[in-house]
């Protein structure tokens, strides 16, 4: 079975543009969760994906946002990024109740 | 609201020692508990799952026990390894069957040859 995969795994941006994050889960799992790692915070809930309805939402601007399609496939929408958005961004997904399996998530640095 | 503390930041062992990782919880009343491990720039993979109503679960050379009552959990690495450096993160399920874990900020691990 394949893992959860993250795209793009690296990328770079200007303060003031947007990013768009793709998270493609392990094969019939319906829950989606995007977490954001710096440094400085740790991991940080942002939200969570099921059944296309997001069931979860952490304490971050509402620049954050994310969404899942019918296929399972999820993806979040940063806008007008900020330096402190710098960070790895990480998905994972899971059946209900069920382990947690993250991708190799997304390292974005805004300049 | 829930908080997550891991002890030590960091440790340092010579290869073959065993040693136990240590995570504590302010709100008892926790659903799941799971242990990953990070090496550096990489995502995370999971070690151990503990259900509420377990007590421990056991992988190979890990061992992992969860005491709801105390807000404490361990990680038990037996015979430790080289390839066991790397970053130890415990997390909470912040409720029943969501995605949304709490973690704590990890115990980075350096087994030395």
Redesign the interface.
Known sequence: KAGVTQTPRYLIKTRGQQVTLSCSPISGHRSVSWYQQTPGQGLQFLFEYFSETQRNKGNFPGRFSGRQFSNSRSEMNVSTLELGDSALYLCASSEPGGELFFGEGSRLTVL | KQEVTQIPAALSVPEGENLVLNCSFTDSAIY?L?W?RQDP??????LL?IQSSQREQTSGRLNASLDKSSGRSTLYIAASQPGDSATY?C?VW?S???????????TTLQVKP
């Open positions: 799941n799971q990953f720039g990489k995502g995370l993979t999971s799952l993160l997390a912040d029943g069957n969501t995605g949304k874990l709490i973690f704590g900020q990890g």
